[in-house]
């Protein structure tokens, strides 16, 4: 069983939740509800490639941990880095862990035109999805690659 888990059915209500708040607060001059400064601003046209979305994508991840949409192991976090390279910018996924001591490995930089399933022309909830899907995998292939590097030093007679 993968140690990241990405609860679909459930994230996907969630993010309608943050749509729609975010809609109101738009349309009302964001009085009319209680949008947080934490909360990832997403919006129906929501297109987490152009300039400037990268601490939108950030705090979607970050939450979708905190509320569980996202399931991971104890001591373990995902987060997405987002690097400016002066042109569209790259971006990587770092696994944080913090138990047995703290640890931190990362995925190869990738260009931000490839985030989230560039292909299909995402936008707002069906964008967040496809940034949870991919932040998840790359975790559990984080792990994976760990374990496979632990087991490997084990059987070299390492530590």
Same mark, same amino acid.
């Given at each position: 069983?993968?140690?990241?888990?990405?609860?679909?059915?459930?994230?996907?209500?969630?993010?309608?939740?943050?749509?729609?708040?975010?809609?109101?607060?738009?349309?009302?001059?964001?009085?009319?509800?209680?949008?947080?400064?934490?909360?990832?601003?997403?919006?129906?046209?929501? *297109?987490?490639?152009?300039? /400037?979305? &990268?601490?939108? $994508?950030?705090? +979607?991840?970050? @939450?979708? =941990?905190?509320?569980?949409?996202?399931?991971?192991?104890?001591?373990?976090?995902?987060?997405?880095?987002?690097?400016?390279?002066?042109?569209?910018?790259?971006?990587?996924?770092?696994?944080?862990?913090?138990?047995?001591?703290?640890?931190?490995?990362?995925?190869?930089?990738?260009?931000?035109?490839?985030?989230?399933?560039? *292909?299909?022309?995402?936008? /707002?909830? &069906?964008?967040? $999805?496809?940034? +949870?899907?991919? @932040?998840? =995998?790359?975790?559990?292939?984080?792990?994976?690659?760990?374990?496979?590097?632990?087991?490997?030093?084990?059987?070299?007679?390492?530590?």
């Amino acid at each position: 069983m993968d140690p990241f888990v990405l609860h679909e059915e459930a994230a996907r209500a969630w993010l309608t939740e943050l749509v729609v708040a975010y809609e109101v607060d738009a349309s009302f001059g964001g009085d009319a509800s209680v949008h947080s400064a934490d909360s990832p601003p997403i919006g129906m046209a929501w *297109d987490p490639q152009q300039l /400037g979305e &990268e601490d939108g $994508v950030s705090l +979607l991840v970050k @939450a979708a =941990q905190g509320t569980g949409m996202v399931g991971r192991p104890e001591g373990m976090t995902v987060t997405f880095e987002f690097v400016g390279d002066g042109d569209e910018g790259v971006y990587r996924w770092l696994l944080d862990i913090v138990d047995p001591s703290p640890l931190k490995v990362a995925t190869l930089s990738e260009s931000m035109a490839v985030l989230g399933e560039p *292909d299909l022309h995402r936008a /707002g909830i &069906e964008a967040a $999805v496809a940034i +949870l899907r991919e @932040a998840v =995998q790359a975790a559990n292939h984080l792990v994976h690659q760990l374990s496979d590097y632990v087991e490997a030093s084990i059987e070299r007679g390492g530590n």
